[in-house]
């Protein structure tokens, strides 16, 4: 069986080379403990040890749905990375009464949310926060003492952000005494904007892993909008024998850049699937072949 391998990332923290997503957890038929178990077995089956988390996941519940499932089953956090974030207030669940959809990246609100991911998840630490996006009003020097602070309180092992650009990511670290780990950005082959417009580029030159969400286009890729891509996909996949959510995953994977895409699907079969893309690498005319598809046209 082949298994994903690791990413290193600090001293302290590494994660699987694909991550499983949780945003979608609570939209599944069965929320049980035992079936989020049954998937997280499913994923370390192949390796694939980090969980992805945010606070908003779920209308501010899939935290909670997770640590249900801990609570169950003690033993299962310690054979995990819990990876999650902060930073968007959309009236809702524990926001309820908030006015308007904001970011908040201050210190107070980044405690206040750390504690409250602990707590919700019936965790000690956190492996890896992530700041989830952007925020056009951050007191960047508030927002790292805050990152900080938590690091410096051992329940935050590593920082990193999410959706960020370049400049977002500048700003944040040049008040930053740790380094910032990773940066969670939607990449796919419904997705690629990444690839050109210095997003990758700037942490491929840093040696900084991305993380990559949606990788499957958030199951885009499955309604065949784009004909010519799916055409594409599907023929690669008969070269090598499998299906084209491989042969995507494996696109991503292909990259010289290290990049973790972070899985997505509630079905624990389509779970094991995934063991072929972590074999599978394309060499780089079959990465431009899909590339091309995916842009509508050839390269220049
Ligand atoms: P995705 O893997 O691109 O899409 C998952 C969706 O595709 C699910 O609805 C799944 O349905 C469907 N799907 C998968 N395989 C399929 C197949 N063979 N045929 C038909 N449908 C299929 O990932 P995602 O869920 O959009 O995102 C993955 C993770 O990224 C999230 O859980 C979250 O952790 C993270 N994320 C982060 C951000 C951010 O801002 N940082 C934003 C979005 C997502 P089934 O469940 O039925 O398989």
Redesign the pocket.
Known sequence: MTTASRVILTNDVDLSSVAY????LGDDTDTSPSHIQAKIEACLALGITTM???DI?GGYEAEELLGACFRQSPALRDRVEIVT?CGIVAPAGRYADARVKHYNTSKEHILQSVDTSLRLMNIDVIDLL?I??PDPFMDHRNAAEGLEAVIASGKVKSVGV??FKPHDWQLLESAMSSPLVTN?I?M?VMATEAFTNGDLSFLQQRDVPAMA???????G??TGTNAQLTATLKSVSERFDT?I?NVALAWLMSHPSAIIP??????IE?IGNVEAALSLRLDRETWFEIYTAAIGRDVP
């Open positions: 997503g949780m945003w979608r992805d988390q945010a996941y974030k992530l989830h996006r999410s959706n969670q939607e796919s969400w949606s990788p499957l286009g958030g199951g890729l499955f299906d959510s972070v899985l997505g699907t509630n079905k389509r």
